[in-house]
């Protein structure tokens, strides 16, 4: 979508050549020569951006003026003073008041176009920020009553109105950012944001400039700010954060205990309050051995610790987050949700779900849109995506319909039995406890009916 600029300037030949340059890199451009004209192009056109000239010789309203009622007209909007008359202080003021950046006639090409591309990428994170706040804000819980989770859920509410660092470690698609936003949300800071620096997949040469902002030139206005500064007053969360070069782990330190630090470029003290979570699918541990993670970055950071355990592991949560999961994306798609039958659920338990959460929550999208029948028809096993059945346990999958469906009961039970308890001792690697705590029931008692029904633990 072609972005939309209004030029407000006195000056005829001024507004007719920020317009040609602006054409040229594909902006659409409205012209206004007085406050009043430019009120009116507000309403008519609501604009990306506006470039006001600060003394509007003629208008009823100057620059100043005009800048603070386009603020009440729009909010959001982006604003960049131009002036000929070299005033610092009054290019400081309209600063002050809100506007993004000052730029003094005559002005260079490559100078304009570089600041408006800042302030449309500031506004552009700033209203995604807003609008992840607004779907996540009201609605961000931990699905699942397993033990392990309930442990995570009394943490967060010990720790969240503290300021304490914390460091959420755990597999890809586990919820490490779903535990960050909730303490964030439940903190003292929840009415100020959450920005979130994802350290995979930012390129080494732009993570300082990504957290520390960058300053073109001395001065306040001339500034592009980082993650850090869009942070101030409540939370950054370092996503990943072992993927972070070393270089700029150092550099982190300091901030991390002074709250201070210098933009990329400039030397100009930057001073914030922020609260730093971050989160790892690495052991840091292992990496500070081998020298790739810093040792006292990770003291700084570690102050409460946060565990989340693979799904495989809590896989009483699968009933409950493959529910909550079927409503998510009822709501988001429009069709109505379908019951998900107990064969089906069987499956999904006895999955491993190496992607966790997320790979479930896709997996759940993907039977709602694509599973046959009408909605007020259960989902079958027969419906699960082929990856769910290959890997089921083999209990799961006997054929009803041939053998055991032709023996007596008592016979039948113990097929069963067999085929269900071989596959969970194969599925835990033969580990009987841990397929004991699984299947419900004592060591003792499981080894003793492995014995019984000729299966080998070994």
């Known amino acids: 979508m072609t972005m939309k600029i209004l030029i407000v300037d006195d000056e005829h030949d001024i507004r007719r050549l920020i317009s040609e340059i602006l054409t040229d890199e594909g902006y659409e451009t409205i012209e206004s020569a007085s406050s009043k004209d430019a009120l009116g192009a507000l309403k008519r056109h609501n604009p990306d951006l506006m470039i006001l000239d600060i003394w509007l010789e003629g208008s009823e309203l100057d620059g100043i ?3 603070q009622r ?47 591309d800042r302030a449309l990428d500031a ?22 009553t397993s033990s392990a989770f309930n442990e995570i859920r009394i943490l967060i509410d010990r720790v969240a109105q503290m300021e304490s660092r914390m460091l959420i470690s755990g597999p890809p698609g586990v919820g490490k950012e779903v535990v960050a936003r909730l303490i964030h949300k439940r903190s003292k800071r929840r009415d100020n944001p959450l920005v979130v620096l994802n350290c995979a997949t930012m390129a080494p040469d732009r993570m300082e400039a990504e957290l520390f902002g960058v300053e073109v030139n001395s001065g306040e206005h001339s500034s592009l700010p980082g993650t850090f500064e869009q942070a101030n007053r409540g939370t950054l969360l370092l996503d990943e954060v072992s993927d972070m070069p070393l270089v700029t782990q150092g550099k982190i330190l300091r901030v991390l205990q002074e709250q201070t630090f210098n933009r990329v470029g400039g030397n100009t003290s930057v001073k914030v309050d922020v609260r730093v979570l971050a989160t790892t699918n690495k052991n840091l541990l292992d990496l500070i051995s081998l020298g790739k993670f810093r040792e006292d970055l990770y003291y700084r950071l570690n102050v409460v610790p946060i565990a989340i355990t693979p799904l495989r592991e809590r896989r009483s949560d699968i009933v409950d987050l493959a529910e909550y999961f079927m409503l998510k994306a009822s709501e988001e798609t429009g069709i109505p949700t379908r019951k998900i039958g107990e064969d089906a659920m069987a499956s999904l338990r006895g999955y491993d779900w190496p992607g966790n959460a997320r790979q ?51 016979h039948a039970r113990e097929l069963f039995e067999r085929e269900y308890l071989k596959s969970q001792v194969e599925r835990f690697d033969g580990n009987v406890s841990k397929a004991a705590r699984f299947v419900g029931m004592e060591r003792s008692a499981l080894h003793r009916k492995l014995k019984s029904l000729g299966i080998s633990s070994t």
């Open 123 to 144: 506004i552009a994170l700033k209203r995604e920020n807003a609008e992840l706040r607004r779907k996540s804000g009201s609605n961000i819980e931990l699905v699942g």
């Open 70 to 116: 386009a603020q009440d007209e729009i909010p959001d909007l982006p604003i960049i003073m131009i002036s000929g008359h070299g005033d610092i202080e009054t290019a400081v003021n309209a600063i002050k008041l809100g506007a993004y950046d000052f730029i003094e006639k005559p002005f260079e090409t490559d100078r304009i176009l570089m600041v408006i």
């Open 65 to 67: 003026q005009l800048l």
């Open 360 to 410: 479930l929550r896709n997996v759940i999208e993907w039977l709602l849109i694509m599973a046959t029948g009408s909605s007020d028809q259960p989902i079958t096993k027969k419906m699960l995506p082929p990856e769910i059945m290959a890997k089921s346990p083999r209990s799961v999958n006997l054929d009803k319909d041939k053998e055991i469906m032709s023996m007596p009961l008592r």
